[in-house]
């Protein structure tokens, strides 16, 4: 058992994960710390996960399907119920913003780890999250104001009249949506009949409930969004924002905090909008408020998102503080701690920078198509600065049925130059073998200018500058080489240089290399930016001296 | 070319028939004609310059135990700079069927299942293809699954006629919705799959005539 004193005892004692992958285990590792006894829950394809392994108790929910497993609120429930758990924390993702899946838990006589369920269910819907904006004078992003439900011929001909009035491009939403699921684009007034059906279609699977709304597009545009945490008192403090620009289709793939260059008075206002709606909204234990930046620098109100977010590890290395740990206390009645009330003042003043990119089981080449398989070989990066959170290793299957997830991986500096060479290095170190991840985007992202110096910051940028199949043909050919190579060889798994080293033991071969070559230079912990030729954004790839000659 | 010009000991490689996209081109790597007049120098390890497709070039594969590798090449980088790239090498395996050495090779990231074989059975079967492609000219197309997931809808059924790039089905994989699309216009011959189903990578899904 764990060491407790008075101040910090456990806010329960025992506490139920309904979630799975990564953000599972997170939540079990801050339940331990605390003390507390985690139990997890599990569908038949994660019997074997690192979440179930982790915890103390793990309860089967059902087949791999979600609507089968981690959407059955009576079975997680029933789980909780069954275990002993006091409290039953969501992560993101699955019924983590379901009000009746909150008031379901409560109705147990159980805590919910998150806010209140008519404050989820107020901000969840999108619409309602609009007026609340409205009330807090908060500006929101233009559209329509009512859910539509394609079903109804009426409601379908009414949004396509209300169209012309937002203008176009426009965006077809998910009212009970999040995390970019169900968004479709919209350019031309014909292609929105199809849009509204296809969106409603992906909604109805993702959330359950199929009705959208329009919203204007606005772009170019930052995303920009605020941590915030609540206590049962009404205060509502923010804990900074982050930046979430670097997109594609509305996914995240890389988010930093805080958000580069803006002014600490801009900080500050943009603070105390969130800060006003969370106040209106009634906001308690963890949310943050998503805006768009335009051109202009006006901050546009898009979302709520009521629970942990995806991104949430950026602001706990920069604010030092543990949200989940956070959450928990909150849950358990505590008001907002000294802890706590010291990082929002420091807030608008960043001492430090934290990169977070998220690693999906997706391929770049084509079109981030899901890419799930059994993963041959996982070797994490390590060293200062350095923080993985994942849930596989090698030897795992990644299942087709959930998001293709599967690592994050968060670096950590002074500044943003250093957190970019820091993780510049660490994507170095990162291999992965067996399944296509995003990693080659994310290594071409961190080459890019405008990336490095932040103009360019939009959620259009990848778009324009992610060039998948040049990177990848240039992949093939050195790959074709090695394998050519190797072949030649011969026995070539005994080591020697393959063919291409005759007579050289590799030993030496490589000692040579690296020892004529210009590639580590200076002193450990002197962190400089190459930002010279263009052949260092082959990722891995280096350019040295050519050997002595 | 008479099969005896080809050096015995060259190979073909490209990317697998599995992965392969299109544009991506195969090499053909071979030793130098005559090894020993490529020789080092008294003490110089230098390379051995490989053929790649029938030009002496200055690049080595150097190996550092079972997986990692770093491929050197003199010629890519600025003048008197080397360019070298850190790579995994996964294990060989036979393809029974054609007799070809599959492995992984990951490079920047980026996962290549890449195929070897040697450049002269390259050539037979590439004889062997065209002969045989000339009888399957605008014969039925099979649509196989490229991701495994659930198929949440079928737009076609047999006797349909499809135009290129119509959609024929949408599969959900990892919570997104992916639609499938005519490779060339023709009729619904087979339609293999129902709403509902779990489709695994290479499963048939539709056949067009």
Sequence with gaps: ?549 | MPDGDIDARAVRVGVAASARLEGDPAITVAPPPDASTHLPQDGDPGPAFPFVDGIATDVRLERFGEVRARLVESAAGPAGTDLRTDLQLGPVRVDPGHGTRLREVVVDGWRIEVEVEFERRAVLRARARRGAGVASHGGPVEVRAIIPGRVVAVSVVVGDSVEAGQQILVVEAMKMQNELRAPREGAVERVGVAVGDTIEVGDLLVVIH
Aim: proline share 7%.
């Design chain 1, 1 to 549: 058992m764990p060491v407790k004193d008075a101040a910090a005892a456990p806010p329960f004692r025992r506490i139920l994960v309904a979630n799975r992958g990564e953000i599972a285990l997170r939540i079990v590792r801050a339940a331990h710390e605390l003390g507390m006894e985690a139990v997890a829950v599990y569908s038949d394809a994660d019997a074997m996960a690192a979440h179930v392994r982790a915890a103390d108790l793990a309860i089967r929910l059902g087949p791999a399907p979600p609507a089968e497993s981690y959407l059955r609120i009576d079975a997680i429930v029933a789980a909780a119920v069954a275990s002993g758990a006091e409290a039953v924390h969501p992560g993101y993702g699955f019924l983590s913003e379901r009000a009746a899946f909150a008031l379901a838990v409560e109705e147990a006589g159980l805590v919910f780890v998150g806010p209140p369920p008519a404050v989820i269910a107020a901000l969840g819907d999108k619409l309602a999250a609009r007026r609340i904006a409205r009330l807090a004078d908060v500006p929101h992003v233009p559209g329509t104001l009512e859910a539509v439900s394609v079903d109804r011929p009426d409601q379908l001909e009414a949004v396509i009249a209300a169209a012309a009035g937002v203008g176009f491009p426009l965006l077809v939403k998910a009212a009970a949506g999040g995390g970019g699921r169900g968004i479709r684009r919209v350019v031309a007034p014909d292609e929105l009949p199809a849009a509204l059906i296809a969106g409603s279609r992906e909604a109805a699977a993702s959330f359950g409930d199929g009705s959208v709304y329009l919203e204007r597009e606005i772009m170019p545009a930052r995303h920009v969004e605020v941590q915030l945490l609540g206590d049962a008192t009404g205060q509502v403090i923010a804990l900074g924002e982050r930046d979430c620009s670097t997109q594609r289709r509305h996914q995240k793939l890389i988010e930093e905090a805080p958000a580069p260059g803006l002014a600490e008075t801009e900080r500050r206002r943009l603070h105390a909008m969130a800060v006003r709606l969370g106040v209106a909204a009634g906001l308690q234990n963890a949310a943050t408020v998503e805006f768009l930046c335009d051109r202009d620098g006006s901050f546009w109100f898009l979302e709520v998102n009521t629970r942990l977010q995806v991104e949430h590890p950026v602001t706990e290395l920069v604010s030092g503080l543990d949200l989940v740990v956070e959450q928990f206390r909150l849950a358990a009645g505590a008001p907002l701690s000294p802890r706590v009330l010291a990082a929002a003042d420091r807030a608008a003043r960043p001492t430090s920078h934290a990169i977070e990119v998220r690693i999906s089981a997706e391929d770049p080449a084509r079109v981030f198509a899901p890419a799930p398989g059994q993963i041959t070989r996982w070797v994490m990066p390590a060293g200062p600065g350095i923080r993985v959170d994942t849930a596989v290793e090698a030897g795992d299957r990644i299942p087709a049925e959930y998001d293709p997830l599967i690592c994050k991986l968060i670096v950590h500096a002074a500044d943003r130059p250093t957190a970019l060479a820091r993780l510049r290095r660490a994507l170095d170190e990162t291999e992965i073998g067996g399944i296509q991840t995003t990693l080659p985007f994310h290594r071409a992202m961190l080459a890019e200018p405008g990336f490095i110096d932040t103009s360019a910051l939009a959620t259009t940028w990848v778009e324009a500058h992610w060039d998948g199949p040049a990177s990848r043909a240039r992949a093939v050919r050195v790959a074709s080489l090695a394998a050519g190579l190797a072949e030649l060889g011969g026995a070539a798994s005994d080591g020697p240089g393959g063919f291409g080293g005759s007579g050289a033991p590799v030993a030496s071969a490589a000692g040579t290399t690296i020892g004529a070559g210009m590639v580590r230079q200076g002193s450990d912990d002197a962190i400089t930016v190459d930002s010279g030729p263009g052949w260092r954004s082959a990722g891995r790839a280096v350019a040295v001296d050519r050997w002595p000659r």
